[in-house]
């Protein structure tokens, strides 16, 4: 019964607060910067992604995705790399369409459900180096396409991708635009919108005719931009069509590896539906952690190792299922 009910996690002080381990985890934990050698890998489309690689030869690779507008160079892209290099494995953190620095070619962009795409880097992966066992570790949106590709692939996965992780993970992607549109998200609202703007106005050459440049710009939440752009540039039917379709949680009764969500019960981007207690209680390959606190990929104020919380059990898990 693999829902991990006894969880360990004590933060201190102010850590207890969802909010300020939300964000000070995220604004001022210093991490400092591996040697990484930058990889561009052009996509099936003639799109590009770039990954940061940090490679030593080692049989274990990590490949590590990053959540709503972040890149592979956050701290908590860092902070993951650093904990799986220490027991052993070389780490590849994927920076998703438009999220290394440079536009992308295309007007198709990642998304919560951009699969097609990390199928791709893992076969440049696996043709380009000759690595024994992969690890997949997503956080937030990349912990949705992680656990989407994980499950949506179940029996076709390659023998060679040996578990999968997502941390603080919207695997029900509808109840979690409803939480995150609420008044105590406004502050994280206004900053994705504000930086998914500014996406769009960077691709304004791009928009096809049926597509309203100034609809887009007054987008003020998840439904509203998700409606007028996600949905029309990828094919979905609308905003809700998206969710339901790209959601992870469906398929997390099929996945056929260990498998890990890691979700802290006070994390205000999550809805009530993205803690799925009845599955991880009867199947034996998915675990669930779901501390009381963490927020949303926070976990500090209690460290194991010189690690985060949430870095610790992973490196846990990861020396438990696949390093064994």
Same mark, same amino acid.
């Given at each position: 019964?693999?829902?991990?009910?006894?969880v360990?996690?004590?933060?201190?002080?102010?850590? $207890?607060?969802?909010?300020?381990?939300? %964000?000070?985890?995220?604004?001022?934990?210093? *991490?400092?910067?591996? /040697?990484?050698?930058?990889? $561009?890998?052009?996509?099936?489309?003639?799109?590009? %992604?770039?990954?940061? @690689?940090?490679?030593?030869?080692?049989?274990?690779?990590?490949?590590?995705?990053?959540?709503?507008?972040?890149?592979? &160079?956050?701290?908590?892209?860092?902070?993951?790399?650093?904990?799986?290099?220490?027991?052993?494995?070389?780490?590849?953190?994927? /920076?998703?369409?438009?999220?290394?620095?440079?536009?992308? !070619?295309?007007?198709?962009? &990642?998304?919560?459900?951009?699969?097609?795409?990390?199928?791709?880097?893992?076969?440049?992966?696996?043709?380009?180096?000759?690595?024994?066992?992969?690890?997949?570790?997503?956080?937030?949106?990349?912990g949705?396409?992680?656990?989407?590709? @994980?499950?949506?692939?179940?029996?076709?996965?390659?023998? !060679?991708?040996?578990?999968?992780?997502?941390?603080?993970?919207?695997?029900?992607?509808?109840?979690?635009?409803?939480?995150?549109?609420?008044? !105590? /998200?406004?502050? &994280?609202?206004?900053?994705?919108?504000?930086?998914?703007?500014?996406? *769009?106005?960077?691709?304004?050459?791009?928009?096809?005719?049926?597509?309203?440049?100034?609809?887009?710009?007054?987008?003020? /939440?998840?439904?509203?931009?998700d409606?007028?752009?996600?949905?029309?540039?990828?094919?979905?039917?609308?905003?809700?069509?998206?969710?339901?379709?790209?959601?992870?949680?469906p398929?997390?009764d099929?996945? *056929?590896?260990? @498998?890990?969500?890691?979700?802290?019960?006070?994390?205000?981007?999550?809805?009530?539906?993205c803690?799925?207690?009845? %599955?991880?209680?009867?199947?034996?390959?998915?675990?669930?952690?779901?501390?009381?606190?963490?927020?949303h *990929?926070?976990?500090?104020?209690?460290?194991?190792?010189?690690?985060?919380?949430?870095?610790?059990?992973? @490196?846990?898990?990861?020396?438990?299922?696949?390093?064994?």
């Open positions: 019964m693999p829902l991990i009910e006894n360990d996690y004590a933060p201190s002080g102010m850590y $207890r607060s969802a909010h300020f381990n939300t %964000i000070m985890t995220a604004m001022l934990r210093k *991490v400092d910067t591996p /040697n990484m050698e930058r990889q $561009r890998i052009t996509l099936k489309d003639g799109d590009f %992604i770039d990954l940061d @690689t940090s490679l030593q030869g080692r049989k274990t690779v990590a490949v590590i995705v990053h959540g709503l507008e972040g890149d592979g &160079y956050r701290p908590y892209m860092l902070g993951m790399a650093q904990a799986l290099q220490q027991v052993g494995l070389d780490t590849i953190n994927v /920076n998703l369409r438009g999220c290394s620095g440079e536009v992308n !070619r295309l007007l198709t962009t &990642y998304h919560s459900g951009s699969t097609d795409d990390l199928s791709e880097i893992l076969d440049y992966v696996f043709n380009q180096y000759e690595y024994q066992q992969l690890v997949l570790v997503g956080f937030s949106l990349g949705n396409i992680v656990l989407k590709y @994980t499950g949506d692939q179940a029996g076709e996965l390659d023998s !060679r991708i040996k578990a999968s992780i997502g941390v603080s993970v919207p695997c029900d992607l509808t109840s979690c635009a409803n939480s995150i549109k609420e008044t !105590r /998200n406004f502050i &994280y609202m206004r900053r994705f919108i504000h930086n998914l703007r500014a996406k *769009v106005k960077a691709k304004k050459h791009l928009l096809p005719p049926d597509m309203d440049y100034n609809q887009l710009l007054s987008a003020k /939440n998840f439904h509203e931009f409606h007028w752009f996600t949905a029309k540039v990828h094919g979905f039917k609308s905003a809700e069509h998206y969710w339901e379709t790209c959601s992870s949680k398929g997390l099929q996945v *056929v590896i260990p @498998t890990l969500l890691l979700n802290a019960r006070d994390d205000s981007f999550l809805g009530d539906e803690y799925p207690e009845d %599955i991880a209680r009867s199947h034996a390959l998915f675990y669930m952690m779901a501390p009381k606190y963490g927020g *990929v926070g976990f500090s104020g209690d460290n194991r190792d010189g690690m985060l919380w949430s870095e610790y059990q992973v @490196t846990n898990f990861v020396k438990e299922h696949v390093l064994t």
